[in-house]
């Protein structure tokens, strides 16, 4: 059981904020991250495949099958080291790999402890009935999806704010940042759960920062 002090352990978001930022890259990081939208759009097509293979795999195995489990997780991983780099953090100037690997040198960086047991019943619900509170909540956070990653909301209205920041003092102020990577560690969080790679419901608990402590040893998948 998870109580508010504690991490939530299945799913773990790391980011990193670069010693030093141009202060002018970030205006066109939308036409340099055209690429990877475009292989981002096709990989989130595959994703929703299979997560409804996953699905009835669940229901009938209780199991998410490994080899589809650590596809979705690369997804996510790159959809998350884009979004860091362009409107989603504006956290590095580092360019984004076109991998669906870990990434260990990356500063932005996401984990999903591989599940040996999923419940059936959960898998009924939990995608679209349980799921829902979160829903509300995180659509203000992006204001949408589109090709896997934000396209608004409150997220991106903190990045500008954080990139134009950078412009005039040439810092990115330490508290938005921790803010930012704390909205983006929720959306993660819902994330996983609503594409069934966990059964451990998100906790309504903003962590912010870049890191998270683990009170515990778990196994990342992947690594």
């Keep these: 059981m998870v109580t508010p002090s504690a991490p939530y352990v299945p799913v773990h978001v790391a980011a990193e904020l670069d010693k030093e930022l141009s202060r002018w890259l970030w205006l066109v990081k939308w036409i340099l991250v055209i690429p990877h939208w475009i292989v981002l759009f096709f990989l989130w097509i595959a994703f929703l495949v299979v997560t409804v293979i996953a699905f009835f795999a669940i229901l009938f195995t209780e199991r998410f099958p490994r080899g589809l489990f650590d596809f979705n997780l690369g997804v996510l991983r790159w959809s998350w080291r884009v979004s860091y780099y362009s ?64 396209s608004g909301g409150l997220i991106t209205l903190l990045a500008l704010i954080a990139g134009f920041a950078v412009a005039f003092t040439d810092r990115y102020p330490r508290d938005l940042f921790a803010l930012i990577v704390g909205l983006n560690r929720w959306v993660l969080r819902v994330a996983a759960y609503a594409s069934l790679m966990t059964d451990a419901y998100p906790p309504f608990r903003l962590d912010q920062g870049g890191t998270e402590t683990a009170a515990t040893e778990w196994a990342t998948a992947g690594s």
Excluded at 90 to 116: M, Q, W
């Design 87 to 150: 409107y989603g953090a504006l956290g590095t100037d580092r360019y984004p790999p076109f991998s669906l690997g870990p990434e260990p040198d990356y500063p932005a960086r996401l984990d999903i402890a591989y599940p040996e047991q999923l419940s059936r019943s959960q898998v009924l619900v939990k995608w679209w009935l349980l799921a829902i509170p979160h829903y509300l909540i995180i659509a203000f956070f992006t204001g949408g999806i589109r090709a896997g990653w934000w």
